[in-house]
Antibody, heavy 121, light 107 residues
Framework: EVQLLESGGGLVQPGGSLRLSCAASGFTFSSSGMRWVRQAPGKGLEWVSAISGSGENTYHADSVKGRFTISRDNSKNALYLQMNSLRAEDTAIYYC??????????????WGQGTLVTVSS | DIQMTQSPSSVSASVGDRVTISCRASQGISSWLAWYQQKPGKAPNLLIYAASSLQSGVPSRFSGSGSGTDFTLTISSLQPEDFATYYCQQANSFPLTFGGGTRVEIK
């Protein structure tokens, strides 16, 4: 069974930094692309970042480009999101997501329960 | 960026009703579309991928159709556990984008 457990969320001041972690189990981590998706309180879903299984390829939404960095450690089955220069609009639940790929397309297959990041003074 | 527009934003329905939700992409995305269900306080759950393929474990009352720019999620006979918010998402290209969501409420 796929399990994704996020940690590292909390309250941080504007301009501050935070590092989210996701511990993965139940599947071959190094073979799976991974993503972060966030959801602001009472709002819809927003894709944040993606990384290939090897870690060689990364992608970020324009809203976080230059401030957030996605990475992974396949030896530890762990996914990370380094968040710098945080803004109030980054306040959200951050979900760790395992991709599900079929027929050439990849989708947000399995989701963790999320970790809440609050940016406020 | 590809914009995804869902309609309606909310729908009130009764148990047993047939419910249809639409999703339109701002440009053609072939069949690279997924549908997710999210219940309050829970993470989303993948229902449909590749526009019409049912994810394992998802009840057959859910179905998806469409290609290009216009897509539909249909719940053939609404059940109590189906009251939730539904999102479409394009998987054609980065940045990956979601629709704004459709809340299915109890009439």
């Amino acid at each position: 069974e796929v399990q994704l457990l996020e940690s590292g969320g909390g309250l941080v001041q504007p301009g501050g930094s935070l590092r989210l972690s996701c511990a993965a189990s139940g599947f071959t981590f190094s073979s799976s692309g991974m993503r972060w998706v966030r959801q602001a309180p009472g709002k819809g879903l927003e894709w944040v970042s993606a990384i290939s299984g090897s870690g060689e390829n990364t992608y970020h939404a324009d809203s976080v480009k230059g401030r957030f960095t996605i990475s992974r450690d396949n030896s530890k089955n762990a996914l990370y999101l380094q968040m710098n220069s945080l803004r109030a609009e980054d306040t959200a639940i951050y979900y760790c997501v395992k991709t599900y790929c079929s027929g050439g397309g990849c989708y947000h297959g399995s989701w963790g329960q999320g970790t809440l990041v609050t940016v406020s003074s | 960026d590809i914009q995804m527009t869902q309609s309606p934003s909310s729908v009130s329905a009764s148990v047993g009703d047939r419910v249809t939700i639409s999703c339109r992409a701002s440009q053609g995305i072939s069949s690279w579309l997924a549908w997710y269900q999210q219940k309050p306080g829970k993470a989303p759950n993948l229902l449909i991928y590749a526009a019409s393929s049912l994810q394992s474990g998802v009840p057959s009352r859910f179905s998806g159709s469409g290609s290009g720019t216009d897509f539909t999620l249909t719940i053939s006979s609404l059940q109590p556990e189906d009251f939730a918010t539904y999102y479409c998402q394009q998987a054609n290209s980065f940045p990956l984008t979601f629709g704004g969501g459709t809340r299915v409420e109890i009439k």
